[in-house]
């Protein structure tokens, strides 16, 4: 059989809870893509600059880094954890429902400030939660959680295409500069119509500019087809019989400690594991006396995704914005099918992947997906005016990209036997990478110009190698830790048990006399 028999007893275990983590995970990829594809109309929308909306990527991401950072904290019980991807499955819907609300970009940014602190929950407790349910099973588990982040968003840039503005600002009024509408829509620079409109637009006090923008419609969309997931989070409590309103349910505590030890075993707390919060994992006492090699393997798995989670988030940010300033020139409409390629490509991968981790380990994986991504950067730089191989450039960056996080982070508890902390550090590097990286990206590339972009993900990619050659090598220097202190507990044992019969055989001598 292609898989174990086990692994699908496994799943069929718990495939509930398995099926409701993947799904919820469709709705952080929804609210992970949309940005891009809805900047220019966002911009026009908030009368704001490039520089000034690359801060609400920011605000985003930064609360991603916090919820992802603090969602420890609501894991420790299967209550609070299912209670915590609900309320935040249900603030994703709501923000996507206000967003066209947001008429200047301060509202926007606190709008997907909350987005983001609902994003981080959502990222760590699904993860947590299979990396506790499947342990060494986890890697095609883990997949299939990312594969669903991918098709959420290949989703959201399917549906904000069609109503994506491509002769005008919309709601954006004369306020402006004369450079910001250049970078709207340089492309329609050499269309005398587009020349008239923004002539028009410069000395003009008011009014709306070109045609009227209707993107708020495909977010409204977006949030009706959102709605299932808190639901789906909501049926499994029920399942659970984890309300304490439930007339035959068993109290609340026998229930999540039945979960938690179904889950973790009968002597294992949720913070010995290493999977609580951020903070919690620097206090952790169990880390007590542990080798650099433990720390460093952390710091190593960290930086890999802090780097690649960097590129994915800056590559769907700027990829539309890049495509539609010079050389390349594309058209708006034709430019905005590029996130979608991308997430499209993203989630083939993760598809993909999921019986490849059962055929491959993880690490061989990431050694092609890293020398994948920087080849694919590397080509995109070379033929930089070509519009055909930007398509087929960032289909194949989506692909080498779209299995990294997984692989990493299978990859990193499977070293460390899921007891140190790489769930939440990894997932917590991941959001900052593309938290620092969509800030600088935004800045360079109106400093500097849109090939910029390409140069920033090709140095970016490199780094993210090399830290993937130390984890390497700290990862043989702990399995010699590993091996040696292996040999001296055996010794122990040995030494304990001949004691212990020692003492035995006295005892049942005095008991002879």
Not at 36 to 61: E, K, R, Y
Not at 140 to 154: R, V
Not at 348 to 377: C, D, E, H, Q, W
Request: net charge negative.
């Amino acid at each position: 059989m292609f898989i174990e028999e086990r692994i699908l007893t496994l799943f069929k275990n718990n495939a509930h809870h398995t099926l409701t983590y993947w799904s919820v995970f469709f709705s952080f990829g929804l609210c992970i893509a949309f940005l891009g594809p809805t900047i220019l109309d966002l911009q026009c929308q908030t009368s704001s600059t490039l520089s000034q909306i690359t801060w609400v990527f920011f605000a985003q991401q930064f609360c991603l880094l916090i919820g992802s950072s603090i969602a420890g904290v609501f894991k420790k019980t299967l209550f609070s954890a299912l209670s915590t991807l609900f309320v935040s499955a249900v603030v994703i819907s709501v923000v996507f429902a206000i967003i066209p609300l947001c008429n200047n970009v301060l509202l926007l940014a606190v709008a997907m400030a909350v987005s983001g602190l609902a994003m981080g929950l959502i990222d760590t407790i699904a993860n947590i939660q299979l990396v506790t349910i499947y342990q060494k099973d986890s890697a095609m588990f883990l997949q299939a959680l990312h594969f669903f982040i991918g098709f959420g968003a290949l989703v959201s840039p399917l549906i904000a295409d069609p109503f994506l503005s491509d002769s005008g600002c919309g709601n954006h009024t004369g306020n402006a500069t004369q450079a910001m509408i250049h970078h709207h829509r340089n492309m329609l620079r050499n269309s005398p119509m587009a020349s008239h409109s923004i002539n028009e637009s410069i000395g003009a006090p008011e009014g709306p500019q070109g045609e009227e923008s209707t993107v708020h419609y495909a977010f409204w969309i977006m949030s009706i087809i959102n709605l299932p997931v808190p639901l789906a989070v909501l049926f499994l409590m029920y399942r659970e019989r984890l309300f304490p309103c439930s007339p035959r349910s068993p109290s609340l505590m026998d229930k999540d400690e039945l979960a938690l030890e179904n889950q973790q075993g009968d002597t294992e707390t949720p913070e010995a594991g290493g999977h609580g919060s951020i903070f919690s994992c620097c206090q952790n006492d169990n880390l007590r006396g542990l080798p650099v090699s433990f720390f460093m393997i952390h710091i190593m798995g960290g930086l890999v995704l802090f780097m690649t989670d960097g590129i994915v988030g800056a590559y769907a940010g700027f990829v539309y914005t890049y495509a539609v300033e010079e050389p390349m020139s594309l058209p708006h409409k034709t430019a905005g099918y590029l996130a979608s390629i991308f997430w499209a490509a993203i989630t083939a991968g993760r598809l993909v992947s999921i019986p490849l981790n059962y055929r491959f380990k993880p690490v061989k994986l990431l050694l092609v997906n890293l020398v994948g991504v920087i080849v694919t950067v590397l080509m995109l730089l070379i033929f930089y005016t070509n519009h055909i191989f930007l398509f087929v450039g960032t289909g194949f960056c989506g692909l080498f990209l779209s299995s990294i996080f997984p692989c990493m982070l299978a990859f990193t508890e499977d070293i460390l036997d899921y007891q140190g902390c790489a769930t939440t550090v990894l997932v917590t590097s991941a959001g900052m990478g593309e938290m620092v990286m969509t800030l600088l990206v935004g800045m360079i590339i109106e400093s500097q110009g849109s090939y910029s972009f390409l140069v920033i993900g090709l140095v970016v990619a490199c780094l993210g190698f090399i830290a993937f050659m130390g984890l390497m090598f700290f990862n043989r220097m702990h399995r010699n830790y590993l091996t040696g202190t292996g040999k001296k507990s055996a010794m122990v044992e040995v030494t304990v048990a001949r004691q212990n019969g020692a003492v035995g055989s006295e005892q049942r001598g005095a008991e002879g006399s």
